[in-house]
């Protein structure tokens, strides 16, 4: 899909799943106490499960949170939708399933970070056609 207006209002299973799982794992989670972690959302659409449900799970010492999508229409709309929580969140368009991940946008910005410690996919590795 990509209308994200439309998505937006129209993912409350989704966002139902995912308070779930957050709900009962979120807190299973080891967080460093020194190091300013970077968090990656694959597969975040739209942005509002993103930025209405996950980033308020995250302890504070998350330094970014960085949601991805294919969907140029969904980045755009994510990053217009939540940027007063700019620069902690931002979003990015890249294909996960890309030969050459480490060349793309998201390759460049997990350079940058020095990677990522932990990584959510909610509702979207079914997509990847090739998950090697």
């Known amino acids: 899909m990509h209308q994200p207006a439309l998505y937006s209002r129209s993912n409350d299973m989704q966002r139902e799943s995912v308070s779930r799982v957050l ?4 807190g299973r989670l080891r967080w460093s106490r020194e190091e300013q972690e970077a968090v990656l959302d694959v597969g975040c659409g739209p942005g509002d499960v993103t930025a209405q449900l996950l980033l308020p799970r995250l ?3 998350v330094r ?5 999508d294919v969907s140029e229409e969904m980045v755009r709309h994510a990053a217009a939708a939540h940027a ?4 902690r969140l931002r979003f990015l368009c890249t294909d996960i399933a890309a030969r050459d991940l480490p060349a793309t946008p ?3 910005c997990a350079q940058q970070l020095q ?8 509702f979207t590795l079914n997509w990847v056609l090739d998950q090697r």
């Open 64 to 68: 970014v949170l960085v949601g991805h």
């Open 106 to 108: 998201l390759g460049a």
């Open 23 to 26: 709900r009962e794992w979120a």
């Open 115 to 122: 990677g990522f410690h932990k990584v959510f996919s909610f």
């Open 59 to 61: 302890p504070s010492s």
């Open 84 to 87: 007063a929580l700019a620069p």
